[in-house]
């Protein structure tokens, strides 16, 4: 069987990063406001937050963007319940996830139900407000096709196309196209023109909008109605 395990070095104290695609699993300069520009404003969350609103993403990794999504939520204070689904190929020791979310206290809190979750191997992490995740295991080439749910949102957080181009496929792309509902959204820090043309032929309206730091551009798509 192949070693999921990511493999890890850490650069600029205690930002991980992949051995395997050699690509920080988060921003080198502010991780919270990469996702909160990238994947909250790019979903236009938490405006559009309603009980039952389902947020889904290709990328578990630290687990940071969910926790944010979850962060949102309650500051938003909508009533209900927020459903929360990613996909990980390659899950992160509780250890390293515990210290890649250290750098960043504000999330003290809720990274500590994600840690103490994930270590016990609970399919299902309570995040607090109302906040519910379910981290899917193995190759989303696979595992997204096969399920059942359809997202409000999705944040794609792959490493980069060039490295792990695997998880930016056309074919997977239309695979989150046929997972979003009516209205539905998704955000990426990539504006990588295969992605786009991948994410246009599934039937998205695709824009190519400002980026976070060092990225001039992302891309932003909407199922239409």
């Known amino acids: 069987m192949q070693d999921q395990r990511p493999g890890l070095d850490w650069r600029a104290g205690d930002v991980p990063v992949s051995r395997r695609y050699d690509d920080p699993y988060f921003s080198l300069d502010d991780g919270l406001a990469e996702t909160r520009h990238v994947f909250?404003?790019?979903?236009?969350?938490?405006?559009?937050?309603?009980?039952?609103?389902?947020?889904?993403?290709?990328?578990?990794?630290?687990?940071?963007?969910?926790?944010?999504?979850?962060?949102?939520?309650?500051?938003?204070?909508?009533p209900g319940a927020l459903h929360l689904t990613s996909f990980e190929a390659h899950p992160m020791e509780p250890a390293d996830m515990a210290r890649a979310l250290a750098a960043f206290p504000a999330l003290a809190q809720r990274a500590a139900r994600l840690v103490a979750?994930?270590?016990?191997?609970?399919?299902?992490?309570?995040?607090?407000d109302g906040t519910r995740l379910e981290?899917?295991?193995?190759?989303?080439?696979?595992?997204?096709?096969?399920?059942?749910?359809?997202?409000?949102?999705?944040?794609?957080?792959?490493?980069?196309?060039?490295?792990?181009?695997?998880?930016?496929?056309?074919?997977l792309m239309a695979a989150v196209a046929a997972h979003t509902v009516p209205g539905g959204t998704a955000a990426t820090y990539t504006a990588a023109g295969h992605v786009r043309r991948a994410l246009a032929a599934a039937g998205m309206d695709v824009a190519r909008v400002p980026g976070y730091g060092r990225k001039r551009h992302m891309t932003k798509a909407r199922m239409p109605r």
């Open 40 to 78: 909250l404003d790019g979903n236009d969350l938490p405006g559009r937050f309603r009980d039952g609103f389902h947020v889904a993403e290709l990328g578990f990794g630290t687990g940071l963007n969910m926790l944010m999504a979850a962060e949102g939520w309650a500051a938003h204070g909508a």
């Open 135 to 171: 981290v899917i295991i193995g190759d989303a080439r696979t595992a997204l096709p096969a399920w059942t749910g359809r997202a409000d949102a999705w944040f794609l957080d792959g490493f980069a196309p060039a490295r792990n181009p695997e998880l930016w496929q056309p074919d």
């Open 117 to 128: 979750g994930w270590r016990s191997g609970a399919p299902r992490i309570d995040l607090g």
